[in-house]
């Protein structure tokens, strides 16, 4: 038995190798290692728009109460429904759903980086060397936009970078009609970004076909823009909605801060001398890719530069196309990674380990301090910390789901709070608050009055007493609060925690708290 075991093991760990030589076995093994570094967070930052759209799709009976806030944007695309029917077509939580979906959205961002990596370069060891860095670097920012590579909670930009990247690898290796398919498919998950990525493709496009004249990339660049004044009002926003438009202070390139432009101008100038030098080991995908970055990236630029400074095109800095330069990190990372295992790494395990150890580390301490008061990765159904999100969790269990609740329009900048959403964890409805349904009032200034007067109805909430709390339920229809522990005199509050109280607001009744 013994001399048997030893003859079945060299077959064991053939196999096991054979295994781990499978791109999709590794590219599986980076996506764990991706999910560890970078963490998961259920409905923070962004995730309060686009989160309660997917639970909305799932479950229509869900937030009857200014839904507008999030809506009007979900209705721009079907991503909430794709991600929001397929709960509700397998019967599993939602909350399970958007995290089995957001692990896929890594593994596919893993998975085009690499069919581009296959195109751009001849050798194996290059092609994982820029796969590897871009799993590393998922949470480094993006100049000028305020967005990472990719984000540690679920959005409709976790499906449409991949399906950008797998439309621009399509292009390259010369299958055009995959690469429509899947532009298209981002055109139908985010239709911004598809933008960005039909713009690129046109670049290389007409950068193909017209090589020998003179260069037609930004005459293409601006063609795409004609219809601009077709958009919006040609005159400064106004009133609430130029309120809200200021307060997305990255819209506006006069606010930048010196290396927010070097972010811009290094990956710009790097790209630049790629396209000029023939590296070894690189395919002839290559240089031309680089090359179209670099117009790219300036059509954007000069178009973030022009619509900040007239007055008169304020409006227009809505359209924000310096998030063009998301694209153009992420092929920009990718590249460079390749071009690392191409002429440092090689095929020495310790340079990949000396590199990549301290870089996975690095990028791991980065997200813990991002959310220091939550669980790194907060996995579906487990309970959180006794804080807010404590206490949205609780909202959710224990109130009806046509409750609608008013809480510090601010709150999620308070101490503790790690930006997460109400409605996103509580799956209530709220009146509007001051941070994330002013970014959607940017976008729609439609909505600027209603956001106004209930965001100024909720102004100074930290004072709040019980007769605050009766006007504000006498202007809307308010059923819930969550405030400071220990709540209003007068009104039960049936949930508290060590800073919170959820309380009803029902006629003056003896209070029933305890700690949950």
Known sequence: ???????????????????????????????????????????????????????????????????????????????????????????????????????????????????????????????????????????????????????????????????????????VSNRPKAAVFWLLLTALIHAQMAVYGAVFLGCMAVARYLRERANPLPAFGLLCLTGL????????????????????????????TWYEWLGIAAPLAILWWFSSVRFRGTTLAFGPLARTLVPFGLLFAAAGVLLAIPVRLQNYTRLQPMRAFHLLYVVFFILVGGLIGEYALKRSAWRWLCLFVPLVASMWLLQQSAFPSSSHIEWPGVRYRENWTSAFLWVRDHTPKDAVFALDPNYMMRHGEDEHGFRAIAERSALADNIKDS???????????????????????????????DGLAKLYPVTWIVTRRPGPAGLACPYTNRELAVCRMDPPVEAASGIY
């Open 1 to 171: 038995m013994f001399f048997s075991d030893l003859a079945a093991a060299p077959k064991a760990r053939g196999i096991l190798s054979a295994a781990l030589r499978n791109p999709i076995v590794r590219l599986t093994l980076l996506t764990f290692v991706a999910v560890l570094t970078l963490g998961y967070h259920l409905g923070v930052d962004d995730a309060e728009i686009y989160v309660p759209a997917i639970k909305r799709a799932a479950d229509p009976s869900l937030y009857p109460y200014a839904a507008e806030f999030f809506m009007t944007h979900a209705h721009l695309s079907l991503f909430s429904k794709l991600v929001g029917d397929s709960a509700h077509l397998t019967r599993l939580p939602v909350n399970l759903v958007i995290f089995v979906w957001y692990v896929f959205g890594i593994f596919l961002l893993l998975f085009a980086s690499w069919r581009l990596l296959c195109t751009c370069f001849a050798n194996e060891q290059a092609r994982w060397s820029g796969v590897v860095l871009i799993t590393c670097l998922l949470s480094v920012p993006v100049a000028g936009t305020a967005l990472v590579i990719m984000d540690p909670y679920m959005t409709a930009r976790s499906l449409s970078t991949p399906a950008t990247l797998l439309a621009i690898a399509c292009y």
């Open 229 to 256: 004044p077709f958009l919006f009002e040609f005159q400064p926003a106004r009133g609430a909605a130029r309120e809200a438009l200021l307060s997305r202070t990255y819209f506006f390139v006069s606010n930048w």
């Open 439 to 469: 970014g959607a009032v940017s976008l729609f200034p439609q909505l600027a009055e209603d956001w106004k007067q209930q965001v100024d109805a909720q102004r100074g909430w930290e004072h709040f007493e019980r007769s605050d709390f």
